[in-house]
């Protein structure tokens, strides 16, 4: 069993940048893939970036070249660092985790990740 505690969301201006943190505080999660999610009010979650067990990485097409995931196995943390941050950034952002570890076709789907933090909300003001 992995519990995930996402922190370093908040306020921030239009072109700052956050690093969001995801620990694992039960659990660890050396062999799961991770990812980032993030849901606006009254918007689907949808998919932010995934890092593989072995740490290859993948994001989605709004955050590519802002945004950069990472983990540290000896610490149980994932990251999220996020740069030249718009307004539209501004959600509720989720870290889960999958335990096949790889990255698949189906790995963009909140569906498919057995453990979920309760979130940090980041606001990006204009």
């Known amino acids: 069993q992995v519990r995930l505690v996402e922190s370093g969301g908040g306020l921030v201006q239009a072109g700052g940048s956050l690093r969001l943190s995801c620990a694992a505080a039960e659990g660890r999660f050396s062999g799961y893939a991770l990812g980032w999610f993030r849901q606006a009010p009254g918007k689907e979650r949808e998919f932010v970036a995934h890092i593989t067990s072995s740490g290859g990485n993948s994001y989605a097409d709004s955050v590519k070249g802002r945004f950069t995931i990472s983990r540290d196995n000896a610490k149980n943390l994932v990251y999220l660092q996020m740069n030249s941050l718009k307004p539209e950034d501004t959600a509720l952002y989720f870290c889960?985790?999958?335990?096949?570890?790889?990255?698949?076709?189906?790995?963009?789907?909140?569906?498919?990740?057995?453990?979920w933090g309760q979130g940090t909300q980041v606001t990006v003001s204009s």
């Open positions: 889960a985790a999958d335990n096949r570890g790889g990255l698949y076709s189906d790995s963009r789907r909140p569906g498919v990740y057995n453990h």
